[in-house]
């Protein structure tokens, strides 16, 4: 809601009025014209606060977290990241959850599936899988995974360390809708699958420029579930020389599901982008609030009236329709994800690519 708009106290409506509001209240109706304006806003006011979360400052309560509770017990080992404005409500955007989950060496955080989709970013550490379907992909950082509204998924780390990765689910989207169901973990036997398809099946079949025949996977995901950094970055980097610059965004790439051309993901876009160094990004709004993990580099945003200085694995986010701008100090690739694809398909996203 607007705060900054007065709403109509009591004290200043007229006395029938304001019987007319009781009695109409208590057949459960409500006049619009009271709160029109409140609902329906000139533009976006986003409740959402720009905040960044520096790694160094959180990695201590991941690794403490680790010492109170097994990932087993937990089912899924997250610290929550929430967005100052939304304490206690599990949200980063008014959309999106993001959380950061640990998982140590020999662990398993058991098979479950949920409506909700959930995007990884690996952070740090190797020798660890995630499991879709029956199929894993090991880890590194700066690999983007999909899983997938309703497939079973587990996590294992068979390395020797630390394993920590950014979740972001679109845990706001289906409550919005209600539309949440869960099987598994809690009821289950609590192990790991057991593959049902070797490694780098997925990666073979949908993302080598060639897709089947026959037996195509439809459905609005990207069938290719790891995007491996090594070849986002090796792409970056080959670019750099003679692609086109964005004046608002360096050179930015969308994740895309190579059977569709679409988002990777439905409901969550995600995107990779490289600010070479001293590049100064002109200020960008849209309607979607965005999440950025700072991947590699050095640099800072600035978001409305505040300035945010980052570095490896720091994590931010910008509100809807607030313009941010970003300077790199070195050569910095950002990753970052929003429920940009959702409000393109329904019809009311909007941006603004401004001068200067
Ligand atoms: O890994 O399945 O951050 O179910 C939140 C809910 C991760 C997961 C989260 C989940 C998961």
């Known amino acids: 809601m607007d705060s900054s708009r007065p709403a109509s106290s009591d004290h200043n409506i ?8 009781a009695r109409s209240g208590e057949r459960n109706l409500a006049p619009l014209w009271e709160v029109l304006h409140t609902l329906i806003t000139a533009e976006p006011q986003s409740a959402v ?23 087993k017990e937990a089912e899924r080992r997250v610290l929550i990241l929430e967005n100052p404005a939304f304490k206690g409500q599990a949200k980063i955007t008014q959309s999106l959850f993001s959380g950061l989950q ?6 398993v955080a058991p098979p479950h599936r949920h409506s909700q ?7 740090e550490g190797e020798g660890a899988y995630t499991a879709v379907d029956g199929e894993r992909t090991t880890m590194r950082p700066g690999d983007f995974v999909v899983t997938p509204s309703w497939t079973w998924h587990d996590h294992g ?4 360390g630390p394993m920590v990765w950014l979740d972001g689910l679109d845990i706001h989207i289906v409550k919005l809708f209600e539309a949440s169901f869960r099987e598994g973990a809690a009821a289950g ?48 980097e080959a670019m750099r020389q003679r692609a086109p610059w964005s004046r608002w965004h360096g050179l930015k790439m969308k994740y895309a599901n190579p059977v569709t051309g679409d988002y990777a993901m ?38 409305g009236e505040e300035s945010f200085a980052w570095g490896p694995h720091d994590i931010f986010v910008a509100p809807s329709w607030v313009r941010h701008s970003h300077e790199a100090e070195e050569d910095a690739v950002l990753f970052s994800f929003s429920d940009q694809g959702v409000q393109e398909k329904l019809g009311f996203f909007r941006e603004e690519k401004a001068e200067g």
């Open 266 to 303: 439905p409901t969550i876009a995600t995107f990779i982008q490289l600010l070479p160094k001293s590049f100064k990004t002109a200020p960008y709004r849209s309607t979607s609030s965005t999440v950025f993990v700072c991947v590699e580099g050095r640099g800072r945003t600035r978001i």
């Open 102 to 107: 640990i998982i140590m060496p020999g662990e």
């Open 49 to 71: 606060r720009p905040h960044l979360w520096h790694y160094a400052a959180l990695r201590p309560f991941l690794l403490e977290a680790c010492e109170l509770i097994s990932a």
């Open 117 to 123: 989709a959930a995007l990884r970013f690996i952070i």
């Open 157 to 160: 780390n068979t390395g020797t």
């Open 189 to 236: 036997p609590g192990e790991a699958t057991t593959p049902a398809q070797p490694e780098g099946y997925s990666a073979a079949r949908y993302g080598a420029n060639l897709l089947p025949v026959e037996d195509d996977r439809g459905g609005p995901s990207s069938p290719v579930f790891s995007y491996p950094y090594a070849r986002t970055r090796a792409a970056l």
């Open 14 to 21: 007229d006395p029938a009025r304001r019987d007319f509001y």
